[in-house]
């Protein structure tokens, strides 16, 4: 079993939609908790950061954590097309080595 | 003001070759961590650097080896080089301890491709 599950997708939306997307971990010592965007070929850019349970909100994003369930989600309202890309997410605990999921890919159909 | 940045961009090797790749960190940053990132998976951690000493390593074997220098630039080795290394090598940068408050850079990384 993974340290981190996420489901690879492919997702496609139409333009306007709500996108959700999650993943699971099995390690209760992870606090730190992220949301990586990655267009094809290029590095991974930091979306959100939370830090242990809760909801965070920036524009567009929502980024939720249950450490109770060890599930984490990430929701982006009023889709766009620039929003299609592959959505990592990451985490960690005190050791400052970030353990990803493997990837979902979103399209956004204008 | 500079982000992380990463050399060479692609390059293709063959089998039991090696080969070195170079990253420069975001300025102001002093702590260096590489990654691999296969086709179709999320990245895996190698290790990390901090003050010139290697100072995490993840489940990676010795073929994987690295060095930073006292400008906080570092290098990626990997020798006797295998198919399985082809993949996406990523640079990440930040200050000691920023990954605290999320702070974590990537660089666009470099393509190797073995043959």
């Known amino acids: 079993q993974k340290e981190v599950e996420q489901d690879p997708g492919p997702l496609s939306v139409p333009e306007g939609a709500i996108v959700s997307l999650n993943c699971t971990y099995s390690n209760s010592a992870f606090q730190y908790f992220m949301w990586y965007r990655q267009y094809s070929r290029k590095g991974p850019e930091l979306l959100m950061y939370t830090y242990s349970s809760g909801n965070k909100e920036d524009g567009r994003f929502t980024a939720q954590v249950d450490k109770s369930s060890k599930y984490i989600s990430l929701f982006i309202r009023d889709s766009q097309p620039s929003d299609s890309a592959t959505y990592l997410c990451?985490?960690?605990?005190?050791?400052?080595?970030?353990?990803f999921g493997a990837g979902t890919t979103v399209t956004v159909r204008a | 003001d500079a982000g992380v940045t990463q050399s060479p961009t692609h390059l293709i090797k063959t089998r039991g070759q090696q080969v070195t790749l170079r990253c420069s960190p975001k300025s102001g940053h002093d702590t260096v961590s590489w990654y691999q990132q296969a086709l179709g998976q999320g990245p895996q951690f190698i290790f990390q650097?901090?003050?010139?000493?290697?100072?995490q390593r993840g489940n990676f074997p010795d073929r994987f080896s690295g060095h930073q220098y006292p400008n906080y630039s570092s290098e990626l080795n990997v020798n006797a080089l295998l198919l399985g290394d082809s993949a996406l090598y990523l640079c990440a940068s930040s200050s000691w301890g920023g990954l605290l408050i999320g702070e974590l850079f990537f660089g666009e990384g470099s393509r190797l491709t073995v043959l």
């Open positions: 650097y901090y003050e010139e000493e290697e100072r």
């Open positions: 990451a985490m960690s605990d005190d050791d400052y080595k970030l353990s």
